[in-house]
């Protein structure tokens, strides 16, 4: 039952006027930056959620995909990048359910993420105060991060 219903969801944020906007209840399009340096990945750790992702978020009004990315990156992290390749396709896609935030007046939604290899160029001064720290291949726990690090072995 939850494959048909998630299903619909999914095809509803695809078809909808413009599926990069919060504005779809049902969810929205979203961009992340994988940054590995010197054989440890970037990650953050999510202030709502409570555990370590890669750096992400919404795609803005103009942005393509990768700009948010990027974009993204350097405002969690202060790390300014660029695509680290010719490639323009995400390196992984994946949908997940962000579960409900009353001080947002957000409802669960789905994000249907892409997750772009970042390279970084240079580190500046965080924008957002959010905790991030560089972790080995090893010590990575998200099994999406992993499943993105394998594809790039």
């Not at 413009?18 to 750790?45: C, M, W, Y």
């Not at 009353?102 to 240079?122: F, N, Q, T």
Request: glycine share 6%; aromatic share 10%; charged share 35%.
């Amino acid at each position: 039952m939850f494959k048909i219903e998630e299903d619909f969801r999914i095809k509803t944020i695809l078809n909808s006027d413009n599926p990069f906007s919060r504005k779809n209840q049902e969810g929205h399009i979203t961009a992340s930056g994988l940054v590995i340096k010197d054989d440890k990945v970037l990650l953050i750790f999510h202030p709502y959620i409570k555990r370590w992702f890669q750096p992400g978020g919404h795609i803005e009004e103009g942005d393509s995909p990768i700009e948010a990315a990027i974009r993204e990156v350097y405002e969690e992290t202060g790390y300014f990048c660029e695509l680290d390749s010719d490639n323009q396709d995400p390196i992984d896609i994946d949908i997940h359910e962000i579960p409900e935030n009353p001080k947002k007046s957000e409802g669960a939604h789905l994000h249907i993420d892409l997750l772009y290899r970042l390279r970084v160029l240079r580190q500046e001064k965080s924008v957002e105060d959010i905790e991030f720290q560089w972790f080995s291949f090893g010590d990575v726990e998200s099994i999406r991060i992993q499943r993105a690090l394998d594809k790039l072995a």
